[in-house]
DNA sequence: ATCCAGGCTCCTG
DNA sequence: CAGGAGCATGGA
């Protein structure tokens, strides 16, 4: 079954930039970027959900036309995936203020360059983005997706719509039930592994709510998370940033922020995490945001070659 | 071959 | 409390 809603972004909004990063982001297996769209499957309500994103207006007029299919397709999950969607996309913030900031300084400018047509994307769930950042620790981000198609492959299903198949990232439920021993054949290492299995089994028993920590002021949330093996700040911060879309989260320690920031601004070198705070200032209130226009720098650059 | 990747834990001093 | 080893693998 099959419904269909419309959405209206904050103008102006560029869906087709939106296309192009994902097509480029590491992180983004699940997803189907076609010419015109975007696809991913997931679960919604306890259901396994196809959703279908396109165009229909302009980066003016932006309106977005949202399909969903499912087994069946009630009013509320039809909400729910609108919300889902609204949320993943940033449609609903006004990107003003930060493009304020953005026009005060000409590095950071350039780099923010389109953040008037184009707002950051969140990932799809924070548990999928707490997966990507562990997995991610310390490995570039090429192998990274290559670790993160193993855990689909190894305790994900596929969902089916018209004999097209689109996997689905596994649950916690099903990741805790993955055997160490098939995490560390398919090059995970030890620690890899039991972070991935251990965070897995907190959120099956409760000790890690991702809806609580939502609740909390960020430097709290990112304080709970640390409790847990495996998640240091840099972790914390990033489901703080990709998973929770907390707009003003600086992972100042991470490497490629410190090599993007070092290039930009000529050091010769990776700006240290003490530099990184200190030009962070200029950008109090969206420091979260900055960091998804640094590292998407990253990925243009990658692009280029 | 060597160094570095969108780090974390544990152990020293 | 700061600093460093070990982890495991791939890409440049």
């Not at 004999?163 to 689905?168: K, T």
């Amino acid at each position: 079954m099959t419904r269909e809603i419309e959405l209206s972004p904050v103008a102006p909004y560029d869906f087709m930039a939106a296309l192009a990063y994902l097509r480029g982001a590491h992180w983004a297996i699940l997803e189907r970027m076609t010419e015109t769209a975007y696809l991913r499957a997931l679960h919604l309500l306890g259901q396994a959900v196809l959703l279908e994103l396109r165009s229909e207006g302009t980066p003016a007029q932006p309106r977005l036309a949202l399909r969903v299919t499912a087994a069946a397709v009630d009013d509320a999950l039809l909400a729910a995936a609108a919300a889902h969607i609204r949320r993943v996309f940033t449609l609903d913030v006004d990107p003003t203020p930060f493009l304020a900031l953005a026009a005060r300084e000409p590095i950071f400018g350039a780099v923010a360059q389109d953040a008037a047509l184009f707002r950051p994307i969140i990932i799809a769930s924070p548990y999928e983005a707490l997966l990507w950042a562990i997995i991610g620790q310390q490995i570039n981000t090429t192998f990274a997706a290559t670790l993160k198609r193993v855990l689909v492959e190894l305790a994900g299903h596929t969902l089916v719509i018209d004999d097209e198949g689109f996997p689905l990232l596994p649950t916690p439920a099903e990741v805790a039930q993955i055997v160490p021993a098939a995490l560390r054949a398919r090059q995970f290492s030890g620690q890899k592994t039991a972070y991935v299995l251990g965070v897995s089994a907190a959120i099956v028993a409760g000790t890690l709510d991702f809806a609580q920590l939502a609740a909390l002021p960020a430097e709290d949330a990112i304080t709970a998370l640390m409790q847990h093996k495996g998640i240091g700040r840099w972790t914390a911060e990033c489901v703080l940033m990709r998973g929770l879309g907390a707009v003003d989260v600086l992972p100042a320690g991470d490497v490629g922020l410190r090599a993007a920031i070092g290039r930009a601004y000529a050091l010769g070198r990776h700006a240290s995490e003490t530099e990184v705070r200190e030009r962070a200032t200029a950008w109090a209130g969206w420091r979260g945001w900055a960091t998804f226009y640094w590292w998407r720098s990253l990925q243009l650059a990658r692009a280029m070659g």
